[in-house]
């Protein structure tokens, strides 16, 4: 069983808002990732993590941020959010590289 | 980059059927994850399968990493089975890339 947590589940925001979507888990995993989801699509990865203090930009731009000061949190930041980010943003971990990654529930945000 | 490309990319089966699903990989693999999602968006793990063979119930899977593809079988398919199915590669080292997904729909 996976101990992996995203919050909140839904979010539906204006243009403009500042947005943070959580992330967490308790499984002391080193390696973190974000990501995006539109309906029905592939997953493309937008942010990456080896450890505290360790990020990576993915192999799909995004304006998002990430920060991992906390291994068990990874957090991602949209200072002004725009339609063109509705979408699903699904967060994972991993204990090493080529171990079995496990997914949270994901956050389906909406902007209008 | 690495491709991973999946097939078929619909699948509409009568409950009671068996399917087989498959991913085909560009390179080498290190990992190699089947996954489904479920109407709500989450991703169930379904196999850990850089290579060999597993079975989990109703599914299993294989994995010939020297021919560059792994096969996933549902078999006596139900309607808790439908949503979409992913398989998902890493050997980058850095992130699982993922297949455009199969869309299974299971109806009574």
């Known amino acids: 069983e996976a101990d992996i947590y995203q919050t909140p589940r839904y979010l539906v925001i204006g243009t403009g808002k500042k947005i943070t979507l959580e992330c967490s888990q308790t499984?002391?995993?080193?390696?973190m990732y974000w990501y995006q989801q539109d309906p029905g699509m592939e997953l493309h990865l937008i942010h990456y993590?080896?450890?505290?203090?360790?990020?990576e930009k993915g192999d799909l731009s995004s304006e998002s941020t990430v920060s991992r000061i906390r291994t068990e949190h990874f957090p991602l930041t949209l200072e002004s959010a725009r339609p063109s980010h509705t979408s699903q943003y699904l967060c994972?971990?991993?204990?090493?590289?080529?171990?079995?990654?496990?997914f949270g529930q994901g956050t389906r945000l909406t902007v209008v | 980059g690495i491709q991973v490309e999946q097939s078929p990319p619909d699948l509409i089966l009568q409950e009671g059927a068996n399917s087989t699903l498959r991913c085909n990989f560009s390179d080498s693999v290190n990992n190699l994850q089947w996954f489904h999602q479920n109407p709500w968006g989450q991703l169930i793990n379904l196999f850990y399968?850089?290579?060999g063979t597993k079975q989990n119930g109703r599914l299993s899977a294989t994995t010939v990493a020297t021919e560059r593809y792994s096969l996933l079988y549902i078999s006596s398919s139900q309607t808790t089975d439908s949503g979409v199915y992913f398989c998902?590669?890493?050997?980058?080292?850095?992130?699982?890339?993922f297949g455009g997904g199969t869309r299974l729909m299971v109806k009574p």
């Open positions: 399968i850089p290579s």
């Open positions: 994972a971990s991993s204990e090493f590289v080529y171990t079995e990654a496990f």
């Open positions: 993590s080896y450890g505290v203090n360790s990020t």
């Open positions: 998902a590669e890493n050997n980058a080292g850095n992130m699982l890339t």
């Open positions: 499984m002391g995993h080193d390696k």
